[in-house]
Nanobody, 115 residues
């Protein structure tokens, strides 16, 4: 059974760092995993995704600041967020699926960056 549980969100100052974790049992056969975020009044957006080949893609707004990693053996997904900005404030969701379909979602973890 697939269940995604995020942790690691919280309050950070601008320029600071946070590391998000996603415990993702049951996702070892899924070929895409990633983190999305949704800020109040905005649409949910893909922040970073990783495919079966291990290659990661990032939203332009986070390139060079965020790093996605996957521990497939332990069904974990991580997002290291550095040089945080107030505009990174959002609810962050872990997701998994196949090809271009995000099939499973976590409940989200709140990230708030103060200026």
């Amino acid at each position: 059974q697939v269940r995604l549980v995020e942790s690691g969100g919280g309050l950070a100052q601008a320029g600071g760092s946070l590391r998000l974790s996603c415990a993702a049992p049951g996702t070892s056969r899924m070929n895409i995993m990633g983190w999305h975020r949704q800020a109040p009044g905005k649409e949910r957006e893909l922040v970073a995704g990783i495919g079966e080949d291990g290659n990661s893609t990032y939203a332009d707004s986070v390139k060079g600041r965020f790093t996605l990693s996957r521990d497939k053996a332990n069904n974990m997904l991580y997002l290291q967020m550095n040089s945080l900005k107030p505009e990174d404030t959002a609810m962050y969701y872990c997701a998994a699926g196949w090809y271009t379909v995000w099939r499973f979602w976590g409940q989200g973890t709140q990230v708030t960056v103060s200026s």
